[in-house]
Every structure is written in structure tokens, then in C-alpha cells.
């Protein structure tokens, strides 16, 4: 038993250091950023060293668990431990949130507010992922908001309030009914609040009271990872949002949404789930569908970007929803691999709107010639979006296929004409991204304005793309990195839940 509190450091040194920036002076941006960079770097190597010498991948129960009284009156533990599950999520955190700050090098504007933003949200991540009690998850869950609506309405495009405002309305309103199923859970059957989640994990409820407390949270993770129809502030914060804002919303905080489905609603109300299941696959489905059909007619760029994101959460859901170990499996590998592809094409549409000036599809064209550096990154990560093999996109998706053919829960047909419409939509998204990358790069339009030559990406721009690339080429070749994190978490899943 280790007794070092590895996951403390690793969840308060983001925001603790990060309160330190503003001691720096306020001309000095290049320090901010560096100091901003190096926290980043420290903090991934740390995890990257606790999850390496202190984490068995054969141990299925929570490790490095941490265990505190906070707060006496109300039985209040501060609680955290990772298991398989939560291992991958933080490390794309780290990875995601370093190559962030890496990405927001040209924010000059309050920068020291900007870097020290995009801290606290790491904290609040890696909190919320590892947090093993009730109402710390809900506590992390609601800190992360602040920074996100900051990041938005300071640094976001034209109509930016109007798209910080509707995030927050969406997620706080989601939010409560999350605070309502976590009292509720809590409070049930005792007159001690017992919020762990290993208690929890043993309670059983009357089947209408846990059908309630899955509805309450299944729309707070609805409106988190976003399901039709709770999703119509995705594109419009992504529209707005600086784009190193970006790759932080599409890499981690539409995963926490799913991360919340599989960690509350079928580790802790199993009954519901196995009745709600078919509706989760069904919706999944026309997310899936609707998203990428959705997505051909947006003539922004980052919108069509966001609904493509959309499309691919359908993915996670169908996995979650075909209750065998082989979906939740892909579902997992999903979360890991949409985050990545995800946030890179933000980051390339973001660094081709700084050459550009452009946001709307119709106005570009011909950029291949002028920014032909840039063109390749997006072409070999809009491939990796739709599903090329060797590709980490494809991996995830053929695996939620295997799941929902080989699920026992469900009749033939059904499942047949599921995977078919399925198959339809992964159809469709290669429409949509080849025809954004058609209309970005070729054609004449750029090619024959007056200043006609831009700048390729520097060394700084091709070094973020390339690193994002090479963990889902990883990922997509040898798919184990994952699957081995969370294979035997994803079996103790199922095997206590559905099959006693």
C-alpha cells in the first residue's frame, strides 16, 4: 500500500502554481507562457510516474486511493482513487491540456488571467475524473465551469457572450439535476449521507426510484457529452471559442460527459440502465445520423468541426447502451481517440482562421498552395476523423460494431437495422470532411488574391499537430495501450452488474 498522496499533488499543483502567475510581471507574456508550458510538462510526467510505478493494470479495484475527513458535520470525506476506467481520460488530459497552452501561444491579451484559466480547468478535470465520492464528482464537475464561461466571453469571437451565456445555462441547468440525483443517492435508505461510491456501488433501490435518479443524471451527462437533443451549445460555443479553448472543450469536457455515464449510471444503477439501454442505442443512432447530415450544411468552419464531433460521441453512446465488454470496451477507446482527433482538427482549423481571417467555407479555397504544411496535417487528421484504418477512429468504431452484433441483450433484426443505419452514418462522414477539406484547400479563390502568400506552420504549430497524430496512428495500430487500461474494470463492470 502506497501511502504518498500521489493523486492530491497531482489534482492542486495545476491551480496552486498556477495562482503564482500573477506574481509574474505583467509585461513579461513569454515567461507566463513558459512557466504556464513548464507546470504542464511537470504535471503530465508526474502522472505519467505515478500511473507507471504505482498502478497495476491487473487490479481492477480502486487504486492510490486517498481517504480524508473534510468536513465533520456532514460525513464529508475528500476521496479520490483511479481505476481503469479513469486512468485513460487523465492522461488525455495532461496530453491535451499541455499541448493547449502549447497551442495558445499567440494570446497576448490578459494573459496571465488566460494561462491561469486554463490551469484551474486541468485541475478541475483530473479532479473530476479521479474523484471517488458523490459530491466532490458534482464539486469538480460545476468547478470546471468557471473557467470555460471566462475563456468564452473574454477571449471568444464576435458573439461570444451570447454563446458563454447559453453554456452555462445549458450545463448549470444540467448541473442541478445532477446535484439532485447525487442527494438523492446519498440520502436514500440511511439517515447518514453515504456519498462513496464503493457503497454505493452495492445499494439497491426500488426499480421507480433508481429509473428517477437515472433520468436526473442521464440529463446532466446529456447536456455534458452532448445527446440530441441537449446539444445545440456545442456548436455554437465551439464556433466562438479561441481555439486552444476548443481543443480543451472537444478533447476533455464532452469525455466527462461520458465518462459520467459509465462511472454513475451503470456502475451504480445497474437496473435502470439495463431497461434504458435500448433507448440510449436508439438515440445514439439518430445522433449519429442527424449530427453528420447536420454537419454538410454549416457553412462555419469550427461549427461544421463541432457537429463532426457530435456524430462520433453517437459511438460512445451505442457502446454504453450494448451492455457487453466489447462495446464499453470501444465506447472507452471512443472517449480516448475522438479526443485527440477532435482536438487537432480545432487546432488546424484554428491556425488556417490565423492565416486566413476566414471563418465561412465559401470564402476559402486554394489555400493548399500557399500553407501546404498545414494542409497536410488536415488532410491526414480529417482521414483519421472518418474512420481510416490504421487509424485510432476506425479501431474504436469497428469495436462498438463487434459490441452491438455480439450483444445478448437484443433481438436479431433489431440489432441488424441498427448496425445498418449505423453504417449509413459512417457514410456520411466522409462527406462532410472531405467536402471542408474540398472547400478549404482547393479551388482558385485564395490562390489568385493579391496576398496570395502566407506563412506555413512554424516549427511550434507542426510540433502540436504532429504530437497529436502520432498518439491516434499509435493508437490505431496497436489499440492494447488502451483496451489493457480498462479490460479488467470494463469485465468487473459487467460481470457484478448484469450477469449476478
Known amino acids: 500500500m502506497n501511502y504518498f498522496p500521489w493523486l492530491t499533488i497531482i489534482v492542486f499543483l495545476p491551480i496552486s502554481a498556477g495562482s503564482l502567475l500573477f506574481f509574474l510581471p505583467h509585461k513579461g507574456n513569454k515567461l507566463i507562457k513558459w512557466y504556464t508550458i513548464c507546470i504542464c510538462i511537470f504535471e503530465l510526467l508526474l502522472t505519467t510516474y505515478a500511473f507507471c510505478y504505482h498502478f497495476r493494470l ?3 479495484l480502486i487504486q492510490l486511493a ?53 490551469l484551474a480547468m486541468y485541475s478541475g478535470q483530473i479532479g473530476s475524473f479521479s474523484s471517488r ?42 448541473s442541478v439535476f445532477l446535484l439532485i440525483g447525487v442527494l438523492g443517492l446519498g440520502l436514500y435508505g440511511s439517515n447518514e449521507p453515504t456519498l462513496n461510491f464503493e457503497t454505493l456501488a452495492n445499494q439497491s433501490y426500488p426499480v421507480a426510484l433508481e429509473i428517477i435518479f437515472y433520468i436526473g443524471f442521464l440529463i446532466a451527462f446529456a447536456v455534458k457529452s452532448p445527446i440530441i437533443p441537449l446539444h445545440t451549445w456545442l456548436p455554437d460555443t465551439h464556433g466562438e471559442a479561441h481555439y486552444s479553448t476548443c481543443m480543451l472543450l472537444a478533447g476533455i469536457l464532452l469525455k466527462m460527459g461520458a465518462y459520467g455515464l459509465v462511472r454513475i449510471n451503470m456502475e451504480l444503477l445497474p437496473h435502470a440502465h439495463s431497461i ?44 454504453i447502451g450494448s451492455i457487453t465488454d466489447t462495446g464499453l470496451n470501444g465506447a472507452i477507446l471512443q472517449i480516448i481517440s475522438h479526443g485527440f482527433i477532435g482536438a487537432a482538427l480545432f487546432f488546424l482549423a484554428g491556425t488556417s482562421y490565423d492565416r486566413m481571417r476566414l471563418v465561412y467555407l465559401d470564402e476559402m479555397g486554394g489555400m493548399a498552395v500557399s500553407i501546404p504544411k498545414i494542409f497536410t496535417m488536415f488532410s491526414i487528421l480529417s482521414m483519421a476523423s472518418l474512420a481510416l484504418p490504421g487509424m485510432s477512429g476506425f479501431v474504436a468504431e469497428l469495436i462498438v460494431f463487434f459490441g452491438i452484433i455480439t450483444s445478448q441483450k437484443y433481438f436479431l433484426m433489431p440489432k441488424i437495422l441498427i448496425t445498418f443505419v449505423m453504417a449509413i452514418g459512417m457514410i456520411l462522414t466522409p462527406i462532410y470532411s472531405l467536402s471542408m477539406s ?63
Open 58 to 60: 491487473d487490479d481492477p
Open 438 to 500: 474540398r472547400q478549404m484547400f482547393y479551388g482558385y479563390k485564395l490562390f489568385n488574391a493579391p496576398s496570395s502568400y502566407f506563412f506555413d506552420s512554424g516549427p511550434r504549430e507542426l510540433f502540436v499537430s504532429i504530437s497529436i497524430f502520432l498518439p491516434v496512428l499509435g493508437i490505431g495500430i496497436y489499440p492494447d495501450f488502451v483496451l489493457s487500461l480498462s479490460g479488467e474494470k470494463v469485465e468487473t463492470i459487467l460481470y457484478n452488474y448484469f450477469y449476478r
Open 133 to 174: 465520492d458523490l459530491l466532490l464528482f458534482f464539486i469538480m464537475w460545476e468547478f470546471e465551469l468557471i473557467p470555460v464561461y471566462l475563456l468564452l466571453s473574454m477571449w471568444g469571437g464576435k458573439k461570444r457572450l451570447y454563446s458563454a451565456t447559453k453554456f452555462i445555462l445549458y450545463t448549470a441547468g444540467g
Open 66 to 118: 486517498e481517504d480524508y475527513k473534510w468536513i465533520n458535520f456532514f460525513d464529508f470525506y475528500w476521496r479520490l482513487g483511479i481505476d481503469g476506467l479513469s486512468i485513460g481520460p487523465i492522461l488525455l488530459t495532461g496530453f491535451i491540456t499541455t499541448l493547449a497552452t502549447l497551442a495558445a501561444w499567440p494570446v497576448t491579451r490578459d494573459s496571465r488571467l488566460f494561462h491561469f484559466l486554463m
Open 276 to 319: 434504458f439501454s435500448p433507448w440510449l442505442i436508439i438515440v445514439g443512432t439518430m445522433q449519429i445520423i442527424y449530427a453528420a447530415s447536420t454537419s454538410l450544411g454549416q457553412r462555419n468552419l469550427k461549427k461544421r468541426i463541432a457537429y463532426s464531433s457530435v456524430s462520433h460521441m453517437g459511438f460512445i453512446i451505442i457502446g
